[in-house]
């Protein structure tokens, strides 16, 4: 995915996509740091942004904190919690609208998510000129999206650029889950 100096590059990051495909895939968090990094390569990043959920608990804070002091915006959404006990919080509408709005002052666009409901946003995007790419784990990453887009970072192919060492807690819990 090389770039041009002049070419203006915006990352959207569809967050949790990319938290449960490392988990389920890796047993590991995400570097976005790096993410967004190679995603700009020689371009100007105009922005980042990640599409994160906010719980009641806020336990997730540090983590908020942590995506800011890498210069990636947030845009954050509370949980919902039903009676039925159903949780949601799907950021697929904010971020094709923040991608839509931006599409005039971008000519790169970079999804990080495998999810095909994209598809459409990168055929929008494409008729409008622009060049998307995607980064994604491709275990957890939709054909129909690999179809479209005009470039493709797989980053398991790349696990200790994209992902970060297991703490302890995450090693047990990986091991406790192949016990169940």
């Known amino acids: ?39 700009k390569q020689n371009g100007k990043l105009i922005r980042a942004i990640a599409y994160v959920v906010r719980t009641k608990t806020a336990e997730e804070q540090p983590f908020f904190e942590a995506l800011e002091k890498l210069g990636i915006e947030l845009r954050e959404k509370t949980l919902m919690e039903y009676a039925s006990g159903q949780k949601k919080a799907d950021w697929d509408v904010g971020l094709t609208m923040d991608v839509v709005r931006m599409i005039d002052m971008l000519d790169v666009i970079v999804l990080v998510s495998g999810d095909g409901d994209f598809v459409p946003l990168v055929e929008y995007a494409k008729g409008h000129g622009r060049i998307v790419q995607l980064m994604a784990f491709r275990e957890t990453t939709s054909s129909k999206l690999l179809e479209v887009v005009d470039g493709y970072i797989n980053l398991s192919d790349f696990p200790r650029r994209y992902l970060l060492p297991p703490t302890k807690i995450e090693k047990q819990a990986t091991t406790d889950d192949s016990l169940a």
């Open 1 to 39: 995915m090389f770039r041009y100096p002049d070419q203006r590059v915006s990352v959207f990051i569809d967050t949790q996509n990319m938290y449960y495909s490392a988990r389920h895939v890796h047993g590991c968090k995400v570097q976005f740091g790096n993410i967004v990094e190679d995603a």
